[in-house]
């Protein structure tokens, strides 16, 4: 295959459209147009076009600097003009695959952009899909579309899906190192991808079908998420009998073979891992199968958020107060730690549940200075807020609990300072010599832990 892509190489594209600019398009136009393409950014949002035609960078991975670099000498530009796509060599979609209120697929982005691919399809383009999906999506959604303008696939023009990898925040994989799988909806599609791909990436993993490239995607993910809810129930059972998770795991994980390493935590949070396997198991049901292993899973993680208010009651319990009428302080809402990214965070299922029961709930956020109305959570009372990690704040707290271990936070003076901590990460064991209420910890570490201050004789009211 590669020998093929290699002959090809000779017709590469010279001007790449990247449709959908967001964490996974915008990293993706500045690394092909770092590679030397001529790259054109579509978005159907005409504050992102702007921001990106400033050379200012919406996405926390991309720096700004590097962005209006390459703005300025002309080789990263963006519009909302989709007729523009007709000047375009390939085109990578990068559109957001999310799902709907019962939880199915919603490929509607999906289909938007093929429709504006279609509008302006002609001879020798390349089509890639990036989002995020369940196996047939480009040949039995994409491909229909685009063909239903006469011209053939593997002929005329050509479809591949690769998907995005990229792991937001982290500084050792980003999108040129990160190894990129690609499948051809026909060997010709597949010859060009690759040629294409070639000069933008390290390394690249051709598959033998679209179909195995798709499903690569959503196998990686379901892999992280059931493993996750492994951790998470091991957390639970933990709790139950008396043992330290963090213990247990960091024991499990030095063992140089058949083990990797995931810890428990409030739930599952991001765009991706809560998600993508959901695209699976709606596609097996369509095929009269059940994912028994993504159900269960979804379920453990789910009951996450449940179990850490559970925590924050029994810690306030244990001092005398109740959750009504408390005061909480979330300390951090990004999905994970160092990121600035709360879609579908579980931060936000827990400042619900806190709410629900009448605690008073502020939260601390570096990464994220707000929670809007727009920002689709089910959050009443917004927007909210992030408060600063003042000795006031943290003293007025009854109760704070970490939710995301951003490296931003001075873990010891919160031990010095907070009354009472519920920390959902293990992060306390580290800085402040496990003086907090962690997750998974047995009940006798617990109660010790519920008395860790003096303080907390003044909290009782
Ligand atoms: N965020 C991640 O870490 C990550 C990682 C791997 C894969 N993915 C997948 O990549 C895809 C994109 O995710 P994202 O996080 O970049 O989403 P995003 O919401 O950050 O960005 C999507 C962008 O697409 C734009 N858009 C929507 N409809 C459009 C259309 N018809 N034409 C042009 N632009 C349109 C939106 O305005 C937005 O700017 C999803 O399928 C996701 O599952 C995301």
Redo the contacts with the bound molecule.
Sequence with gaps: MMEMATRDQKKQASTLGV???????LPLALETAKSGYRVLG????PQ?VDLVNRGESHVQDVPSELLSALVGEGLLSATTDFSRLAECDAISV????PLNKIKDPDLS?VV??TN?IAATLRPGQLIIL????FPGTTREVMLPILEETGLQVGEDFFVCFS????D?GNPIWQTRNTPKVIGGVTEKCLAQGVALYERVFDTLVPVGSAEAAELTKVYENTFRMINIALANELAQACDRLGVDVWEVIDAAATKPFGFMKFTPGPGLG???IP??PHYLSWKLRTLSYKTRMIELASEINAEMPGFVLGKVQDALNEVGLAINGSKVLVLGIAYKRDVDDFRESPAIDIIRLLQEKRAEVEYHDPFCPSIEDDDHTPLANLPMHSVDLSQEVLERADCVVIVTDHTTVDYDRLADVARLVVDTRGVMRRHAGGRATVIGLSGAEQESVATWRPRLQIAVR
């Design positions: 449709l959908g600019l967001g964490y996974v398009g579509f978005d159907v949002s992102v990068c559109v957001p695959t982005f938007t952009a504006s990036e989002s995020t999906t998907p995005e990898r990229v937001p991001g765009h991706c998600l993508d």
